[in-house]
């Protein structure tokens, strides 16, 4: 049996999972470490720097399974199968809700939406949307959850989002596995940049573009204003602002009040390489409407965090950090982080 810290108490996931779901749904449990005791003693032995850095941090209370690692359901042509293959991505709050994005790794299946009820801690549903985007990113800007578009090597069209209507969320997800239809998400919103991962905050939506896998200050993040009309969303493709200076290994973002902070993962197959951190900048300017903002000296601290960060959630004084490492598709990653690991934002300061 699958078991999770809670405070001093230890809770069967499975069991929140089966009342949730009620028949077929995707895995909602560890699938590499039983509990958090098991995962931080692991974390010591592979990463004692990082341990040593984030172990006082880490919040067992927050932390909860990445889904769909074991086993994730997808719905096509109204028929429901099962893989082991889908590798987690984007993270996002959309009210009561954590929406975790992930991709099937051999691409035999459509991508999918996690959708947890951050309350209960439990799996509701499980999306599956209506392509087979990489999915890195996803946003919630009150009405609209928005998702980076395709971003393939072998795309060539220009770079666009795509955004589903919360009302119309808020029906999909009464549904353990549901299959989104081509009308139920809305056409290509195109922008001027490849769109990577997102965030939205006051009425915006930033866009950032991963630049490679090395560690320079070449990443950026665009900012459009979403403009509300009755027939839906416009951005305007004019931008609100432009953050410059990020790491070109930039794989998520989210904006607290003044600070930007910044998710970023490059190549480093063993655990002495720092690779993998969550860097807190300055962003005051942007929010005095000073326009364009390079981060380059406006970082205030950078945290080394577990190998193989994606996007990330900054709220209730934590930071929620989603994981690919525990994909099947990896088979050399220095430490499988199967759970969105739940930090004090504390050590940021």
């Keep these: 049996m699958m078991l999770c810290i809670f405070g001093a108490a230890f809770v069967p996931f499975e069991d929140a999972y089966a ?26 032995q592979k990463m004692p720097r990082v341990c040593s850095a984030i172990g006082g941090a880490i919040d067992d209370k927050g932390t909860i399974p990445i889904p769909g690692l074991i086993s994730t359901c997808t719905k096509t042509e109204g028929n429901i199968s099962e893989s082991p293959d889908f590798v987690p991505q984007g993270v996002c709050l959309a009210d009561r809700y954590i929406l975790v994005t992930s991709y099937h790794a051999k691409k ?112 950026v993040i665009n900012g459009y204003k979403i403009n509300k009309k009755e027939n839906g969303p416009e951005l305007n493709t004019f931008m609100y602002s432009v953050i410059t200076g990020i790491d070109s290994s930039a794989q998520g973002a989210d904006i607290k009040g003044d600070y930007l902070y910044v998710s970023s993962s490059y190549a480093g197959a063993i655990g002495s ?12 300017g942007i929010k005095n409407g000073d326009g364009d903002v390079n981060v380059s000296g406006k970082e205030l601290k950078r945290v080394e965090v577990p190998k193989m960060n994606e996007e990330i959630i900054v709220a209730d004084g934590r930071i929620l950090i989603n994981f690919e490492a525990a994909a099947d598709c990896w088979i050399s990653t220095v430490i499988a982080t199967d759970r969105l690991l739940s930090v004090r934002d504390s050590i940021w300061r």
């Design 108 to 219: 035999q299946k459509r991508s999918v939406i996690y959708v947890v009820d951050k309350a209960n801690k439990t799996l509701v549903s499980t999306l599956t949307v209506p392509n087979k985007y990489h999915m890195g990113g996803i946003a919630f800007d009150g009405s609209n959850i928005w998702l980076t578009g395709d971003t393939s090597d072998k795309y060539e069209g220009e770079p666009f989002v795509q955004y589903i209507r919360y009302e119309d969320f808020s029906r999909m997800i009464n549904e353990p596995v549901y299959e989104i239809s081509k009308d139920e998400i809305s056409a290509p919103v195109y922008i001027k940049n490849k769109p990577s991962f997102l965030e939205c905050d006051n009425g915006i939506l930033w866009v950032g573009t991963y630049m490679g896998r090395g560690s320079s200050k070449k990443g």
């Design 19 to 44: 009342v949730a779901a009620g028949e077929k749904q995707s895995s909602f449990e560890y699938k590499q470490y039983r509990d958090q005791n098991q995962y931080r003693n692991a974390l010591d």
């Design 273 to 284: 390489v720092r690779s993998s951190f969550i860097t807190k900048y300055d962003i005051k």
